[in-house]
């Protein structure tokens, strides 16, 4: 027996449709394989959420995009105009990065004040906001401080990393985020969840969303399991 079901793990995966090489055609075929496996959302390239959003109209997979992306550099006031956007377009979550200099240099204000807008742009229109960390290049003790930071602006999630940084999702970056982040934020692992022994792992540790682009392999793999064990 196993204690999860295919639909429960296609509602954990953010299907990730971010590589600079995609195609327009490609970016179709993603949303198409999100809506057919019906998974939590897409995380799609800005300019191509009106795209996302009409081919999943009426289904119950989010539209996703990025905010300040990759590195977190942009003016706060940049940040929030790509989320405006994006929220006009069809977009209703928001992955955005926090500023990774500021971080570094301990001007915790400043980011409070960055993470703050953004989510407050979100949430006047019901739209939800994970906070990319990229803690490939953080201490312990930053990404403690941006976990408690988050819960103070009531983010929705803490997320690892933006995908395209040097490291993955470890089970010590998830632990200590799922610890020190307030209960009802969610945690989002993203670099290196390829497989479903991986996932059912890091959903083991509290982890509720995952970014991945081997959905079909993972979704596939839960479904010939499912299968072997019904037999």
Known sequence: MTDWTLEEIASMIDHSLLQP????????????LAKDWQVASVCIKPYAVRLAASILARTS???????GFP???H????KMFEA???IRDGATELDMVVNIGKVLSDQWSSVTSDIRAVVEV?????AIVKVIFENSMLDDAHKIKLCEICSQ???DFVKTATGYGEGGATNHDLMLMRKHTAPHIGVKAAGGIRTLERLLEVRQLGITRIGATATVAILKEAKTMLATRED
């Open 84 to 86: 405006e956007q994006a």
């Open 75 to 78: 003016t706060t006031a940049t």
């Open 21 to 32: 090489k995609l195609t327009d055609e490609e970016l179709f075929a993603g949303c198409q």
């Open 71 to 73: 590195h977190g550099g």
């Open 61 to 67: 997979t989010a539209v996703g995009t990025t905010v």
């Open 153 to 155: 602006v009531n983010a």
């Open 122 to 126: 979100a949430h006047a229109s019901q």
